[in-house]
């Protein structure tokens, strides 16, 4: 049989981890195959063109290899932490999600190593019983923005959530003046600002009646 003219001689050549032995017939869809060793010690037929242009460098062994060193670079696969980082990438690649990927945000590029992040959260306090929270809800995912935080600061970091005129929520003021949660969220629902509902006196509407000598309660003054 005539050697095909257009034969490109593969013999010797390094093709990424490959060294190429010898020609080894055709594939069925004509194309040439060279016998090849990987670094590795495994033998195995590849096309020419693959070779060339680089779609096959090694017998697979070198993504096993990767992935092992993952393994053994933090070995916190399905841990707490582990899945915290899984789902903040998740949330903010996901165009469809209007709370996150769908408006912008996003994960810094040194987050996108799990061993930074992990050495992030226990210098920065991380606990099983706290979760990830963004100290501005409009910015992504990076060191300075974000904290390790319990359900109530999250609850109270929502974007929903209403502020004061000096840009704090209002249920962290109300606390501080001693309004029950409960009392700011009906002063809101009646219409009260929220400076307003987060800052006066608790019960200052309420005004002592006096009682008569049978006990009732005395009408109320209508001067």
Request: with cysteine; charged share 25%.
């Amino acid at each position: 049989m005539a050697k095909n003219p257009r034969l490109i001689d593969m013999t010797g050549r390094q093709c990424g981890d490959w060294l190429v032995l010898k020609q080894a017939g055709n594939d069925a869809k004509g194309r040439a195959l060279w016998t090849c060793r990987c670094v590795c010690g495994v033998e195995r037929p590849v096309s020419g063109g693959d070779l060339r242009s680089g779609k096959s460098a090694n017998c697979g062994c070198k993504k096993a290899e990767r992935a092992a060193q993952l393994r053994r670079t933090h070995g916190k696969s399905g841990t707490r932490l582990h899945n915290i980082w899984k789902l903040m990438h998740a949330r903010c690649s996901d165009a469809g999600n209007l709370l996150y990927g769908g408006r912008g945000i996003s994960v810094c590029r040194l987050w996108q190593d799990f061993a930074a992040f992990h050495d992030w959260a226990l210098a920065n306090g991380y606990a099983d019983h706290l979760t990830i929270d963004r100290v501005d809800n409009n910015k992504g995912y990076y060191p300075q923005n974000c904290r390790w935080a319990g359900a109530k600061t999250q609850s109270r970091n929502r974007r929903m959530v209403a502020l004061t005129s000096d840009g704090r929520p209002g249920p962290e003021v109300a606390e501080e003046n001693g309004i029950p949660i409960r009392t700011y969220n009906v002063r809101r629902s009646a219409g009260w600002s929220v400076d307003q509902a987060a800052t006066f006196p608790y019960r200052g509407l309420r005004q002592p009646r006096q009682k008569d000598g049978r006990g009732r309660f005395a009408p109320k003054s209508t001067a």
